[in-house]
């Protein structure tokens, strides 16, 4: 299952730049993780501040 950014989410782009297969762009209010390009590697968890990307 691909990740999901919760609403924990303060807008940093840390994720943005850690993804390798550019599958978040920024939505209203928070960035979103398109699940048909998630590939599931887990860097836009590691690289976030806050743990807002969840499996």
């Known amino acids: 299952m691909a990740y999901k950014i919760t609403d924990e ?4 782009g840390a994720c943005v730049d850690a993804c390798p297969v ?9 960035y979103v ?3 048909d390009t998630c ?3 887990g860097a ?12």
């Open 33 to 35: 993780i398109d699940a």
């Open 9 to 12: 989410c303060v807008s940093c």
């Open 44 to 55: 836009c968890a590691g690289a976030c501040p806050v743990g807002a990307p969840q499996e």
């Open 22 to 30: 550019g599958a978040i762009t920024e939505g209203d209010g928070k």
């Open 39 to 41: 590939v599931e590697c």
